[in-house]
């Protein structure tokens, strides 16, 4: 009897280790592959969308392809394309799923040599072109207008892709071009580019002690409460220091800047100084950090270590809740080494948890934020002020006459109509100089 208990136990026990290694083998390798292998970094972009909120592809489409989508080919290796071999060509789909993106901001720019001139029309042809390039990849982009829709389009594994213009010059100083655009589905817009406008400084009047100072002028505060109306995300790249300041305490909404880093560490000005950065955490804004070789280290090249500089400084300054990534590929010529292209984003993420570094590693949580949900969380407070001014009045007083005049000899080149811009008072006094002539003789 007892022999047999023995036999059973024996056989029972050889049946559960053959069982045990049956399953071990069929089940799904994954299952233990996870388990095993340490966790990194990059696999926070598996839950959270990566978004990155200045990428120049648009413009590279324009100067190369003429914006002619037919023979572009964007799933394919863009570095083989002899006509894309440039200094500034960074992007290309296979290069994008390489780098885990979930969502992208895409720049409608156009050059500040068009201020006064066709910006209007040529930023219409650049939200045009993106609107098409997102049409032609059905299965790998997904033309988005909302916060929520940017966890939608992840969670169908595709790149939510919204548009952004780049500098105020793009309106030309009419709200109905700004409420139009928003229209059109554009999302962000960059106050300037490296030009000044009728209502607004950009970066380069610091670097010049002799450039007079208008900072935002009071039409340049409406154009602000008009976004924050429309729920149109305010960006203060680019613009002067006077400019982030005077935004920063206008608008109602979190503000962001789309793509600069951080001046302590390299003093330029198209880079955020401490006490801006102090106002943007109050703001419950967000700096979401350039790659830009130039804006990262004076003595180029630059590599993935000094971005990490930039991320870490924002960090322990302000908190991981106000920094992200706007790499500005396709937009420059040189990025750091390590940073070579799209593809690179999950090296960053990756190095950012590693122990044993000069920094304190990056927890999973706060590296969601800095993918996305920081620039998440800004968004759909935009979202939330646009709600709440439902009610408000729409700003329809164009820009003054003598900020137009003042602005630029050329600024009234774009406008037939300059004198209805004239204030009502300077109108009546010319007409009863016309009175006192009679009329001019033809
Ligand atoms: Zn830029």
Redesign the pocket.
Known sequence: MAFTTKKIVIIVACVVVVTAIALGTTLPLTVFKKKDEPWKGSDVLDEVPLIDT?NDLPYNLYNIENNILKNFNFDSDLKLNPRWQIDTSFTDLPRLRQGKLGGQFWVAYVSCSRNYKDAVERTIEQIDVIKRLVRKYPNDLMFVTEADQIMKAKEQGKIASLIEI?GGHSIDSRMSSLRLFYELGVRCMTIT?NCNLPWADNNLVDGNENSPKRNLTEWGKKVILEMNRLGMIVDI??VSEGVMVDVLETSKAPVIFS?SSVYKLRNHTRNVKDHVLLKLKENNGVIMINFYSSFIKAESPATIYDVIKHINYVRDLIGPEHVGIGS?YD?VEEVPEGLEDVSKYPALFDLLAEEGNDWEPWSAEDLKKLAGLNLLRAFKAVEAVRDSMKTATIIDEPVPYEDVISANANAADCRTDINKYKPTEQLKREARAVELQGPEEF
Do not use: V
Request: glycine content about 12%; hydrophobic content about 0%; cysteine-free.
């Open positions: 200045h780049e580019h790249s680019h793509h500005d937009g």
